[in-house]
């Protein structure tokens, strides 16, 4: 590393390219910061020495390097946003409908959207927010975030905590706002120091030089912006991880108690009822809707209540609960316990629990029963066996019965229109028959049947979609924001001005640079030098070059 020592006798980093103490340009510099060929100084960071600009021999300089372009970050946001917005195409895979044909990402997205839903998924769009490039992606944002403030903070923090009133010619008159008074009395000086400080400028004296200040604060405004981005896009990143965040989804069925999903089968719900109110026929609000939905919800709930496991629990013991919240779920009504939220998302009507049927004689015009048994939809058995001594096996199942070209599919998982292939057994243990059975279907399949199956009864029930939510990163994109928002307050709404005194002979050389708000500066010039014989600045911009 080779220092770079001034006439004034400071010694700069090597790459300074004004020096920070009097501010003269340093020859053989002037190329860093483009001021070769130009009247006016680049005073962006204040000529001070950035390592992106210095070195570049190393392979952590050549890092260092890539990352502190504010091109490079500006890409790498670009990159960013396009692939944000490639992902909003079509919906990512935790939110494919319950009610899809198939909820395979390799199935839906074909099924759905053709050749371009096979496309997005081959991409690997469908978990686009949770794949490791996209995170890849977001933490490059950071780091060329973090690497750019070091680069620019640090030396301009130390260039400005230095500066001296006592400044070089060369660099007072290759400033913008630039003037020279031949005479100047020590009345006028005095008087316009004393207006400085009324003007609410902070005035340092050296020998005759004058440097006044005001709003240095507002230069660190993109760097308080940066804080907040680095802090939001670490929560970004956070939300990745279970602890910090858990969006979860959970079918609970009326009557039914089941684990909550993300919680390490600590916590339990059970749904006690599920209300569906709907807005009347006469509503005329609502009359489009009613007419082509048949129905507008106007509210649905789930009362559930919420239990911890308390205790140890032996293997295949039930566990031991103890209620922890009780509450009615609703729209804009959530349930909320140990830093859990729970939502009401969704719902089903009429979802089939259970089923019976009797066995009879296929040419008994009584259909007197001679057997019967029940079918639990939640947990199906895959035969019953009858006191009269009928076996009956269910060969098939379809919870959601529909037919695809004439061959019996089933369109979801949940018994809404379920159908049955069964083989009776009969007691002298001749040759089973095969039967279809569904709501309103009962084909022989063979049509030489003895006996016939029919349902006798069902019972239907209703389900609640349960959304399961735990975010501790909100606070963290709150904070965020904030110091983001102060920073942008910060650099936008103040200036950092200096004006510049500096004796020559009888007269005096005036000077002055704001970072933004030149109108401001020369306003404020004005007023000092009221009824005096100092020269008002002349604005160099035209003369540079």
Same mark, same amino acid.
């Given at each position: 590393?080779?220092? =770079?020592?001034?006439?004034?006798?400071?010694?700069?980093?090597?790459?300074?390219?004004?020096?920070?103490?009097?501010?003269?340009? =340093?020859?053989?510099?002037?190329? =860093?910061?483009?001021?070769?060929?130009?009247?006016?100084?680049?005073?962006?960071?204040? +000529?001070?020495?950035?390592? %992106?600009?210095?070195?570049?021999?190393?392979?952590?300089?050549?890092?260092?390097?890539?990352?502190?372009?504010?091109?490079?970050?500006?890409?790498?946001?670009?990159?960013?946003?396009?692939?944000?917005?490639?992902?909003?195409?079509?919906?990512? !895979?935790?939110?494919?409908?319950?009610?899809?044909? %198939?909820?395979?990402?390799?199935?839906?997205? &074909?099924?759905?959207?053709?050749?371009?839903?096979? =496309?997005?998924?081959?991409? +690997?769009?469908?978990?686009?927010?949770?794949?490791?490039?996209?995170?890849?992606?977001?933490?490059?944002?950071?780091?060329?975030?973090?690497?750019?403030?070091?680069?620019?903070?640090?030396?301009?923090?130390?260039?400005?905590? /230095?500066?001296?009133?006592?400044?070089?010619?060369?660099?007072?008159?290759?400033?913008?706002?630039?003037?020279?008074?031949?005479? #100047?009395?020590?009345?006028?000086? *005095?008087?316009?120091?004393?207006?400085?400080?009324?003007?609410?400028?902070?005035?340092?004296?050296?020998? $005759?030089?004058?440097?006044? !200040?005001? +709003?240095?604060? *507002?230069?660190?405004?993109?760097?308080?912006?940066?804080?907040?981005?680095?802090? /939001?896009?670490?929560?970004?990143?956070?939300?990745?991880?279970?602890f910090m965040y858990l969006d979860e989804y959970v079918w609970v069925r009326e009557g039914e108690q089941t684990v909550i999903p993300g919680t390490k089968g600590e916590y339990y719900i059970k749904n006690k009822d599920f209300i569906l109110e709907t807005y009347g026929e006469n509503d005329e609000r609502f009359q489009k809707a009613i007419k082509k939905e048949g129905m507008v919800p106007k509210n649905f709930q789930t009362n559930a209540v919420?239990?911890?496991?308390?205790?140890?629990?032996?293997?295949?013991?039930?566990?031991?609960?103890?209620?922890?919240?009780?509450?009615?779920?609703r729209m804009n009504h959530p349930l909320k316990f140990d830093g859990y939220t729970l939502y009401q998302a969704g719902y089903q009507m009429n979802e089939f629990s259970s089923m019976s049927f009797k066995i009879h004689k296929t040419n008994d015009p009584d259909e007197s029963s001679l057997g019967n048994f029940q079918i639990d939809l939640t947990s199906p058995q895959s035969e019953y066996e009858l006191d009269s001594g009928f076996k009956v096996?269910?060969?098939?199942?379809?919870?959601?019965?529909?037919?695809?070209?004439? &061959?019996?599919?089933?369109?979801?998982?949940?018994?809404?229109?379920?159908?049955?292939?069964? %083989?009776?057994?009969?007691?002298? $243990? *001749? !040759?089973?028959?095969?039967?279809?059975?569904?709501?309103?279907?009962?084909?022989?399949?063979?049509?030489?049947?003895?006996?016939?199956?029919? /349902?006798?009864?069902?019972?239907?029930?209703?389900?609640?979609?349960?959304?399961?939510?735990?975010?501790?990163?909100?606070?963290?994109?709150? #904070?965020?924001?904030?110091?983001?928002?102060?920073?942008?307050?910060?650099?936008?709404?103040?200036?950092?001005?200096?004006?510049?005194?500096?004796?020559?002979? &009888?007269? /005096?050389?005036?000077?002055?640079?704001?970072?933004?708000?030149?109108?401001?500066?020369?306003?404020?010039?004005?007023?000092?030098? &009221?009824?005096?014989?100092?020269?008002?600045?002349?604005?160099?911009?035209?003369?540079?070059?």
């Amino acid at each position: 590393m080779t220092n =770079i020592k001034c006439e004034c006798g400071h010694v700069n980093p090597e790459g300074t390219v004004l020096c920070e103490a009097c501010g003269k340009p =340093i020859e053989g510099n002037q190329h =860093i910061d483009g001021n070769d060929k130009k009247k006016l100084l680049n005073m962006r960071y204040d +000529g001070s020495a950035r390592r %992106s600009q210095t070195y570049n021999k190393s392979t952590v300089d050549k890092i260092w390097n890539f990352f502190s372009s504010v091109r490079v970050g500006v890409w790498l946001i670009v990159l960013a946003l396009i692939a944000s917005a490639m992902g909003t195409i079509y919906p990512q !895979e935790m939110y494919i409908p319950a009610d899809a044909a %198939s909820r395979d990402p390799a199935v839906f997205y &074909e099924d759905r959207y053709g050749i371009l839903g096979q =496309i997005y998924y081959q991409l +690997g769009f469908h978990n686009l927010y949770g794949s490791w490039w996209y995170m890849l992606l977001i933490a490059l944002i950071g780091i060329s975030l973090v690497i750019c403030s070091i680069d620019r903070f640090v030396p301009l923090y130390k260039a400005l905590k /230095i500066q001296k009133a006592k400044r070089h010619a060369s660099f007072l008159s290759r400033q913008r706002l630039y003037s020279k008074t031949d005479q #100047v009395s020590t009345e006028e000086k *005095s008087t316009v120091v004393s207006r400085l400080k009324k003007n609410r400028y902070k005035v340092t004296q050296d020998n $005759g030089h004058v440097l006044a !200040e005001k +709003g240095r604060f *507002s230069r660190w405004g993109p760097y308080v912006n940066h804080i907040g981005l680095i802090i /939001i896009l670490g929560a970004a990143l956070l939300r990745f991880t279970p602890f910090m965040y858990l969006d979860e989804y959970v079918w609970v069925r009326e009557g039914e108690q089941t684990v909550i999903p993300g919680t390490k089968g600590e916590y339990y719900i059970k749904n006690k009822d599920f209300i569906l109110e709907t807005y009347g026929e006469n509503d005329e609000r609502f009359q489009k809707a009613i007419k082509k939905e048949g129905m507008v919800p106007k509210n649905f709930q789930t009362n559930a209540v919420v239990y911890k496991e308390s205790g140890e629990t032996l293997p295949g013991e039930d566990p031991k609960l103890e209620k922890v919240a009780e509450d009615e779920i609703r729209m804009n009504h959530p349930l909320k316990f140990d830093g859990y939220t729970l939502y009401q998302a969704g719902y089903q009507m009429n979802e089939f629990s259970s089923m019976s049927f009797k066995i009879h004689k296929t040419n008994d015009p009584d259909e007197s029963s001679l057997g019967n048994f029940q079918i639990d939809l939640t947990s199906p058995q895959s035969e019953y066996e009858l006191d009269s001594g009928f076996k009956v096996v269910v060969n098939q199942y379809y919870p959601d019965y529909y037919l695809d070209d004439g &061959e019996p599919k089933s369109k979801t998982d949940y018994p809404r229109n379920p159908a049955y292939v069964f %083989s009776v057994h009969p007691p002298d $243990g *001749s !040759e089973p028959e095969m039967s279809f059975v569904g709501i309103g279907k009962n084909v022989d399949a063979t049509g030489e049947n003895d006996y016939k199956l029919g /349902i006798q009864d069902f019972k239907m029930r209703d389900v609640s979609g349960i959304t399961v939510r735990r975010d501790y990163t909100l606070p963290l994109f709150v #904070v965020g924001a904030f110091i983001f928002m102060f920073g942008v307050i910060q650099g936008m709404y103040w200036q950092h001005r200096r004006i510049w005194i500096h004796p020559k002979g &009888e007269g /005096i050389l005036l000077a002055a640079h704001t970072n933004k708000n030149w109108f401001g500066v020369k306003k404020d010039i004005e007023k000092i030098i &009221e009824d005096t014989d100092i020269k008002m600045a002349d604005d160099q911009q035209e003369l540079d070059d």
